[in-house]
């Protein structure tokens, strides 16, 4: 393999304004975002907005525990129950996150 072959991760950890969010906003302990919990990413666009960062949030050792594998963005369309929050990621930073279940 050559080193421009690798492939980008797809299960990335939260970062910059989403993690604000989670810790500001939803009251989520920083120790559980880095221990705990991941995310995948899609780029978009969302009306008034313009290119965002659409984000699902969840818990890797939940999918491992019901035999998921996560591949991308895809496999919460075929899993949504695994999905703990859901939102975007503006250019500028701002984050907004919907809980999807406790």
């Known amino acids: 393999m050559g080193l421009f072959s690798r492939k980008?991760?797809?299960v990335k950890?939260?970062?910059?304004?989403?993690?604000?969010h989670l810790v500001?906003?939803?009251?989520?302990?920083?120790?559980?975002l880095s221990k705990e919990m991941r995310c995948?990413?899609?780029e978009g666009t969302v009306?008034?907005?313009?290119?965002?960062?659409f984000l699902r949030v969840f818990r890797?050792?939940?999918?491992?525990?019901k035999g998921v594998v996560v591949m991308g963005w895809e496999?919460?369309?075929?899993?949504?129950e695994l999905i703990l929050f859901e939102g975007y990621l503006t250019g500028s930073n701002k984050a907004y996150l919907e809980r999807k279940r406790p």
């Open 24 to 32: 500001s906003t939803h009251k989520i302990d920083v120790d559980t």
């Open 75 to 80: 496999t919460f369309d075929q899993h949504p």
């Open 60 to 65: 890797p050792k939940e999918a491992e525990q």
């Open 8 to 10: 980008p991760k797809v």
């Open 47 to 53: 009306n008034g907005v313009g290119k965002v960062t």
């Open 13 to 20: 950890e939260i970062h910059d304004g989403a993690w604000g």
């Open 40 to 42: 995948v990413e899609r």
